[in-house]
């Protein structure tokens, strides 16, 4: 690890402080503000990939999971309203979710580096974010895995309820997750202008220099 690559790791670690903390303040009815934050982990991802490879985008990913890892066991000992911040299994839930897509979305990059510029950022993204939201909506409130922490049941999110409130019934939280995929999906779009900008500036100062 260099010194260059310190700014993806404190970017990582900003989004993934950030979004644990809106995460808990709600955005209208299905999303919180968490939601408009963290899918710019995969921007930063896919960035040290382009710039530096896979190795060091993999080494960004394992310290923003350190960082995750530290703020739910943080989460878990503040008592809100109804219980801890952070359960068990929602930790579980996004320690796994994070890992996880994040290492796909380097793996899916990593195949299409050689592409057009907008092919492998794009499809990585669109990938990772969707293996993202079904992993932890899945683990931290399907019905079929209380067993997981059965002492705090997510009852909440298992109610049954019109998906988004107009479409046919499903459990709560299959509306929060298709919510959250949604703004993702259209993140994963608008981050490919940040995602073209830096890369071009860092490639041609990087010319310059050389």
Not at 78 to 90: A, C, D, F
Not at 100 to 109: G, S, Y
Request: net charge positive.
């Amino acid at each position: 690890m260099t010194r260059r690559h310190l700014p993806g790791i404190l970017a990582m670690a900003i989004i993934v402080v950030a979004s644990n903390i809106l995460v808990q303040h709600l955005l209208g009815q299905w999303l919180t503000w968490g939601a408009l934050t963290y899918p710019f982990a995969f921007l930063v991802t896919d960035l040290m990939n382009r710039l530096y490879g896979p190795g060091p985008a993999r080494r960004v990913v394992l310290a923003g999971f350190v960082v995750g890892v530290i703020c739910s066991l943080i989460g878990t000992q503040i008592i809100g309203e109804y219980g801890p911040l952070v359960t068990l299994r929602v930790a579980m839930a996004s320690g796994m979710a994070f890992l996880v897509a994040q290492l796909m979305d380097i793996a899916i990059f990593d195949r299409l580096r050689g592409g057009a510029w907008w092919r492998a950022p794009l499809a990585s993204t669109l990938i990772g974010s969707t293996l993202d939201t079904a992993i932890f909506f899945t683990i931290a409130f399907s019905a079929a895995l209380n067993g997981l922490e059965p002492g705090n049941t997510p009852i909440w999110a298992q109610e049954v309820l019109p998906l988004l409130g107009a479409g046919p019934q499903a459990a709560l939280w299959v509306s929060l997750a298709v919510a959250d995929w949604t703004v993702k999906l259209s993140l994963a779009l608008v981050a490919l202008i940040p995602f073209r900008l830096i890369v071009m500036r860092l490639t041609t100062r990087s010319a310059e220099i050389n």
